[in-house]
């Protein structure tokens, strides 16, 4: 299977971005999140989703600006980004995995080391004053 990433960019603080991450390839995707890296820190979860359900999660940081969401028809997950600041800027990467029973709880892991599952190519945010 596949992650496709796409739309990242650069943007002024306040700007607002939507990324997506396409998936081909797989049977089920039981739950997908987002997460970032910034220059020379950890890639740490931003937001997940439970694709069946819908529910979704979001780290302290970016909860209000940040909203995950899907398009089960076209098999996409998206991160609309909003109220973008500099802190955003970083390599945001998209992610699938977990089973019918337990998501990971990525919203709060400060690193992605031990989480499996299936990534996508990073896309680039930046935000500039």
């Known amino acids: 299977g596949r992650l496709v990433v796409s739309g990242g960019g650069s943007v002024q603080v306040g700007g607002s971005l939507r990324l997506s991450c396409a998936a081909s390839?797989?049977?089920?995707?039981?739950?997908m999140g987002w997460f970032r890296q910034a220059p020379g820190k950890e890639r740490e979860g931003v937001a997940s989703?439970?694709?069946?359900?819908?529910?979704?999660y979001y780290a302290d940081s970016v909860k209000g600006r940040f909203t995950i969401s899907q398009d089960n028809a076209k098999k996409t997950l998206y991160l609309q980004i909003d109220s973008l600041q500099p802190e955003d800027t970083a390599v945001y990467y998209c992610?699938?995995?977990?089973?019918?029973?337990?998501?990971?709880?990525?919203?709060?892991?400060?690193?992605?080391?031990?989480?499996?599952?299936?990534w996508g190519q990073g896309t680039q945010v930046t935000v500039s004053i």
């Open positions: 992610w699938a995995g977990g089973n019918r029973f337990s998501c990971p709880d990525i919203a709060t892991m400060t690193t992605f080391r031990g989480v499996n599952g299936y």
């Open positions: 989703m439970y694709t069946g359900s819908g529910s979704t």
């Open positions: 390839g797989y049977d089920r995707t039981y739950c």
